[in-house]
């Protein structure tokens, strides 16, 4: 015999080498270690070290072929096309950068897109009883609008709906405005929502500081008030309690601040609860006699007795 | 008869070694054999997870044979080519041959 292996590295082998591997993998070391340092034990030893880091690095593993499973084909595929994008992505990384930035745009845009449709057209109103809420419409006559089913509604229909319906417990008259909001820094274009009387009511939410608007307000001798979005109160008035009393110059007219609704109020699926203000209608004899213009909506709650 | 499997290219020198070899392919002589026979120094892990792939292909037997003393009182790991895996070779071997039919000159030219 001529020496032996280096024990160290003998000792290295044992500890790496699984099982099933280390007695064949460390006689074959060793015998070939022995036929080399008959010639010469310091190749020899170098060899056997060079073979042990080979070893350490990569050891012979069990089980390194799976054949084809039986049965679950859809996986086995789904698995080894996975393992292939993974190989290729790896091999070449602007690529994979490319497919990263162009999944992220994909998964965000349908992100976008699916919060858009839950909060407009999944999600329930967060008002009170909403399903039993209707928006209500004008039909015209075909033969004068041929096509056009819905029409926006006049004054003075509504009054005469409001008068006369049976399948409502209330119905309310409101329309989108614009105001000029001046008085305190640079002058702003503010949206509003001009509201009938009863329409907090019907929505069922009240005001979360202060009040809504009472019956008498819905005049113009005192229409001249305003009801704040949590978001228009927190941005103007730095969400102060001291707001409601004040007064705001809407168009060049003072309107008292008496209420801010709460944030869950401010929902983007129904326009007229999206604004940031709300103001009384109030309809002069004259506007509520207006019959051939059509320019507002109605909202309406269905009664109990209805279905 | 079965479609014979296709071999990679180390695959294909570890069943020739062990063809070679005849009763006395092992680890060690098969990674001599190929060291001697096509100049790669490879390592005996790489043998030895080839032998297990081929193995478990089908295409390998082996067996455990006696301790010796040059081995340190360690058993050798014996394999032999199974039908499969002949079937496997000589299908690569003639794919080789065929492809490399007319072009001896140029790729034994040194």
Known sequence: ?307 | MDIPHNVGDFEQLVLLGVLQLGGDAYGAAIRQEIHARSGRDVSINAVYTTLDRLEQKGLLSSWVGEPTAQRGGRRRKFYEVRPAGLAAIRQAYLALRAMANGLERKLEAK
């Not at chain 1, 190749?43 to 690095?57: E, K």
């Not at chain 1, 008259?173 to 008085?183: A, D, K, P």
């Not at chain 1, 103007?236 to 801010?260: K, N, P």
């Open chain 1, 1 to 307: 015999m001529t020496g032996a292996p280096p024990r160290f590295a003998v000792a290295l082998l044992s500890w790496r080498l699984a099982p099933e591997w280390r007695e064949f993998v460390l006689g074959d070391l060793e015998e070939e270690f022995h036929a080399r340092a008959a010639l010469s034990i310091a190749a020899a030893r170098r060899w056997f070290w060079r073979q042990t880091i080979r070893s350490l690095a990569r050891p012979p593993r069990a089980r390194t072929y799976q054949p084809p499973a039986r049965g679950d084909a859809g996986v086995v595929t789904i698995l080894s096309d996975l393992r292939l994008a993974l190989r290729v992505l790896r091999r070449a990384p602007s690529f994979a950068v490319a497919v990263v930035a162009i999944l992220a745009l994909g998964i965000g845009a349908n992100t976008a897109i699916f919060s858009i449709v839950n909060a407009v057209l999944m999600r329930p109103l967060p008002l009170r009883d909403s399903e039993r809420l209707m928006r209500v419409f004008h039909t015209p006559p075909q033969s004068a609008f041929p096509g056009i089913k819905l029409f926006a509604v006049s004054p003075a229909n509504f009054y005469d709906w409001q008068r006369d319906a049976r399948s409502f417990e209330r119905m309310a008259i409101y329309h989108g405005n614009r105001f000029t909001l001046t008085g305190s820094s640079a002058p702003e274009s503010v949206l509003a929502t001009s509201v009938g009387d009863g329409f907090f009511d019907i929505v069922g939410t009240g005001a979360a500081l202060g009040r809504v608007f009472t019956a008498e307000e819905d005049t113009p001798a005192r229409g001249h008030v305003v009801i704040l979005s949590d978001g228009f109160w927190k941005s103007h008035f730095g969400a102060s309690r001291d707001a409601i009393g004040r007064t705001m110059m809407l168009d060049g007219e003072s309107y008292a601040i008496v209420g801010v609704m709460p944030a869950s109020f401010t929902n983007a699926s129904w326009g007229a609860t999206a604004q940031p203000l709300w103001v009384p209608n109030a309809f002069t004899d004259k506007d509520r006699a207006v019959r051939d213009n059509h320019n507002d909506a109605v909202v309406a709650r269905l009664s109990r007795a209805s279905t």
